[in-house]
């Protein structure tokens, strides 16, 4: 029987601070600017940004496995029949607000374990909200988890141009009229 270790505070401290330096530095510079500009934004040290993450993968994996627990926990708070649309607003507001990092989402390899499991817990997440909004009456009935999948990553598809957040909206607006329900 082995027994898992509660995570010390001064090293979940220095996760977030590390994921929120990341976070705002790959927002206001790109996703390619030097890991160094994290490392000072952080305040830590070189060590331990390489030591929990050694590479900007696994930077970047981090930062998308933070985001799809703040994307349940959203969903968490509306009721059943809501949760869908609501997820789907918040993911959209997310590549809004940070084109940059919602971009430096598709570095990452398709394939690459950990954002394997993080799509799938989401995809997993996503079930009971769908079953809850085809009840309702609310989305298509033929609308399926992989519809979802592809639903949430076109959302996020960044539009870094003048008139981004613009065309971020009719994004979403096309795409809802999609999903809703047409009798």
Not at 74 to 86: K, Q, R, S, V
Not at 163 to 174: S, V, Y
Request: aromatic share 4%.
């Amino acid at each position: 029987m082995s027994r898992q270790r509660a995570e010390r505070s001064d090293v979940r401290r220095h996760r977030e601070a590390i994921l929120d330096a990341a976070a705002r530095v790959f927002s206001e510079h790109g996703v390619h600017v030097s890991l160094d500009a994290i490392v000072e934004a952080s305040g830590l040290s070189k060590g331990t940004l390489y030591r929990r993450y050694p590479d900007r993968i696994a930077l970047l994996v981090a930062l998308f496995n933070r985001e799809v627990d703040a994307v349940c926990r959203f969903g968490d708070t509306l009721p059943p029949h809501e949760a869908l649309m609501g997820m789907l607003g918040y993911v959209a507001d997310t590549a809004r607000r940070s084109p940059a990092l919602a971009d430096g989402w598709r570095m990452v390899p398709t394939h690459h374990p950990e954002y394997v499991q993080a799509r799938d817990r989401l995809a997993e997440r996503l079930a009971g909200p769908l079953e809850a909004a085809k009840a309702s009456g609310l989305v298509r009935g033929d609308l399926a988890i992989g519809d979802l999948v592809l639903a949430f990553r076109l959302v996020a598809i960044p539009v870094m141009s003048a008139e981004g957040e613009a065309l971020a909206e009719r994004t979403l607006d096309l795409l809802l009229r999609g999903l809703l329900r047409h009798d």
